[in-house]
């Protein structure tokens, strides 16, 4: 694995129930890159997502994150290796129970052995990197849609993970709220220095975000390299990808 390389993927496949999901699916993701993963519903991105988090096996010599792979570490390797991932879910997975500031810290309170005033400070730290510091104490039936998704950005990144996985973080939003969200996690890639891998359908991010472009078709890549080259592609899906669905 080079040492540019945060993940690299080396002929992956993938079925369920007699159903070939993934077919020999390769590609890299480098250090300070996002990566969007693309293609039509049930073409496989998310069976990709969930790989990379190791909540479906690989084989062995497949699927590599940070150099390990995945298919062989142990449960102490694979916990360690999580702290090194956020993961910010499309419909935010807060607990309903808790503020914002505490959905936050929780994990925090889980991982570190930090004092609580210092779990505190943090937690308020990246909820102001999200503009939502002045919404800590509220929670989150309180707050629209797009605060919801900071929120949820900012309990992803609390353990300041240099990996992050955003599974259609745009969804349900405004266009406004969209090229919000969409500014700040390029604020965390500048600031942070953080590699992000993201699931989306919306046109409009892919433009403004995306330094790669991996294509999926029926389970297999059809497209990786930059999001300039993926314009120019004379690919056919590519092109009805990006021209057709943008003029809706």
């Known amino acids: 694995m080079k040492a540019d390389n945060i993940i690299e993927v080396k002929n992956l496949s993938a079925a369920f129930e007699y159903r070939q999901v993934l077919r020999d699916v390769s590609f890299t993701v480098e250090r300070g890159q996002i990566a969007v993963i693309l293609g039509a519903s049930g073409s496989g991105k998310t069976t990709?997502?969930?790989?990379?988090?190791?909540?479906?096996?690989?084989?062995?010599?497949?699927?590599?994150?940070?150099?390990?792979?995945?298919?062989?570490l142990s449960e102490k390797?694979?916990?360690?290796?999580?702290?090194?991932?956020?993961?910010?879910?499309?419909?935010?997975?807060?607990m309903s129970?808790?503020?914002?500031?505490?959905?936050?810290?929780?994990?925090?309170?889980?991982?570190?052995?930090?004092p609580n005033n210092i779990i505190t400070e943090m937690a308020l730290m990246k909820l102001g990197l999200v503009n939502l510091r002045d919404a800590a104490y509220l929670y989150p039936s309180q707050?629209?849609?797009?605060?919801?998704?900071?929120?949820a950005l900012a309990r992803a990144i609390i353990m300041d993970p240099p990996l992050l996985f955003c599974d259609e973080p745009g969804a349900?939003?405004?266009?406004?709220s969209l090229a919000a969200l969409d500014q700040l996690i390029l604020n965390l890639k500048k600031q942070?220095?953080?590699?992000?891998?993201?699931?989306?359908?919306e046109i409009s991010s892919i433009i403004r975000i995306a330094d790669k472009i991996i294509f999926l078709?029926?389970?297999?890549?059809?497209?990786?390299?930059?999001?300039?080259?993926?314009?120019?592609?004379?690919?056919?899906e590519i092109q009805e990808y990006f021209g057709i669905l943008s003029a809706r």
């Open 48 to 72: 990709i997502l969930k790989h990379l988090l190791n909540l479906y096996s690989s084989q062995e010599n497949t699927t590599f994150v940070f150099g390990n792979d995945l298919a062989m």
């Open 77 to 94: 390797q694979q916990n360690e290796l999580y702290l090194k991932m956020g993961v910010f879910y499309q419909n935010g997975a807060l």
């Open 97 to 114: 129970s808790l503020t914002v500031l505490e959905n936050v810290m929780l994990p925090l309170e889980q991982h570190t052995c930090f």
């Open 143 to 151: 707050l629209s849609g797009g605060m919801l998704k900071r929120a």
């Open 172 to 176: 349900g939003l405004d266009p406004i």
């Open 192 to 201: 942070l220095g953080m590699t992000i891998v993201l699931i989306t359908h």
């Open 217 to 236: 078709q029926y389970g297999k890549i059809i497209f990786e390299g930059s999001k300039q080259d993926a314009l120019k592609s004379e690919i056919k």
